[in-house]
């Protein structure tokens, strides 16, 4: 059980606003230095100021050792709206999750919920964890499983929909609830979130019977909650279906308890490479201290890192925040891959920015920055089309045997091309 101290009022994050801004680039040294201090461990994790101050605050009685371990920091998670309002001063747009639109509960980690600010409801972190009034409404474009992966499931936990690789949904649990979630229709439902061996192995059988499939995405929920012995099993199973040739792990598990991401997970993922992780991110204010050391790790264990990233209105459609966002994650190895549309989950209207706007973002990056920092922008076609990439209008079209071209300046150029 938690630990709270009553005195929620005077906050330690209104007297940072005066200040610096928690440390939202590489690991600090002086922080390393008083976690290994406290630990008396080599090679320990850091912890960044504002989450010191809180878990000071919340949790005066666990060490950083437990702090830093992720079992604790799924064990202590928040789980209910009485419980975010010992952190948080709520508006009165943010509600308890009633069963209605997106009819997803609170979760959010200890870690996570340090990087929030109590006061500042619009704040984007706060924004995408905690449940609002207008996700209580649902549109008539919304539908629970908007990309039809149910259509698309021979055997259950497997989405078939490309022709070389499968989607393997291996739990609906995640540590910490995103409100926009595109799979809100399975995750944190009681009986997707703790499989049976049995309906693994199900899944399993279908991709060793379809050697079409050389690419596997696990995915759910988040894989890495899962106990190493589960993950292992899965790993080892895959690896040994000679034609599944690379093994991706989908996850938010870096970005919202980075210390999920421990040596001995590691070691164990790399003994089945090639595997590669695509993390979903969505603010610059994630990449604190813990979450650079987290893909730091990751990259050393030579797993390839890619992100993902939904388009979210008022959050991250703003091309310097998401520039920001791009070249932190290539500073810290993760290369940027997606960037979504949001795709219409029950009450998601609020969240939702017209497609021009991530066009706009695109082309704001577009010759302005490195090419590595440039995601593709998609819409995973409602109804299940797949992804469909958008792209500003680089290509003009055709004339007197050239091809007429817009650079990202908007200027015109023609590039040699006979009928
Ligand atoms: S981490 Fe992914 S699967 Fe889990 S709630 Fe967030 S978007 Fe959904």
Redesign the pocket.
């Known amino acids: 059980m938690k630990t709270v101290k009553k005195d929620v009022k005077a906050s330690i994050f209104c007297e940072e606003k005066e200040a610096e801004p928690p440390s939202m680039g590489h690991p600090d040294p002086v922080l390393l230095t008083m976690t290994r201090q406290e630990n008396g461990l080599k090679n320990d994790f850091p912890v960044n100021i504002r989450s010191l101050e809180f878990r000071n605050r919340y949790f005066p009685e666990t060490s950083l050792r437990d702090w830093n371990n992720w079992q604790w920091q799924i064990r202590n998670s928040y789980t209910s709206y009485e419980q975010i309002q010992q952190f948080l001063h709520l508006s009165e747009d943010e509600v308890k999750p009633s069963g209605n639109g997106n009819n997803?509960p609170i979760r959010i980690t200890p870690y996570y919920a340090s990087l929030l600010d109590p006061y500042d409801a619009l704040q984007p972190l706060r924004r995408t964890v905690i449940p609002v009034l207008d996700e209580l409404i649902t549109s008539p474009e919304e539908k629970p499983d908007p990309l039809g992966e149910m259509n698309d499931s021979p055997v259950n936990h497997i989405v078939h929909r490309y022709p070389d690789r499968v989607l393997f949904l291996v739990t609906g649990f995640?540590s910490?609830?995103?409100r926009?979630?595109?799979?809100?229709h399975m995750?944190s439902k009681k009986d997707k979130c703790h499989a049976m061996k049995s309906e693994w192995d199900e899944a399993i059988g279908y991709i060793q019977q379809h050697p079409e499939v050389r690419d596997v995405v696990i995915?759910?929920?988040?894989p890495l909650t899962l106990p190493e012995s589960r993950l292992q099993y899965l790993l080892s199973r895959l690896r040994a279906i000679s034609h599944v040739e690379i093994i991706r792990i989908g996850t938010?598990v870096p970005a919202?308890l980075p210390m999920r991401i421990t040596p001995p997970l590691l070691r164990m993922i790399r003994q089945y490479h090639p595997v590669f992780m695509s993390i979903?991110f969505t603010h610059p204010d994630e990449l604190t201290p813990e979450v650079c050391t987290a893909c730091e790790r990751i990259a050393d264990a030579g797993i390839p890192m890619g992100s993902q990233t939904v388009l979210l209105r008022g959050i991250n459609d703003d091309p310097v925040v998401f520039r920001k966002l791009m070249q932190g994650l290539l500073k810290i190895r993760v290369r940027p891959y997606y960037l979504y549309q949001c795709d219409p989950i029950p009450g998601s209207a609020h969240f939702r920015t017209h497609v021009e706007k991530g066009l706009d973002i695109i082309r704001s990056l577009r010759g302005f920055t490195s090419g590595y920092a440039i995601p593709h922008f998609v819409i995973d076609a409602p109804g299940g089309g797949g992804k469909i990439p958008l792209l500003p209008e680089y290509f003009q079209g055709r004339s007197d045997g050239r091809v007429v071209l817009t650079n990202y300046e908007g200027n015109t150029y023609y590039y040699p091309d006979p009928d």
């Open positions: 997803l995640c910490t609830y995103c926009y979630c595109t799979r809100s995750v995915s759910g929920g988040d938010k919202v979903h």
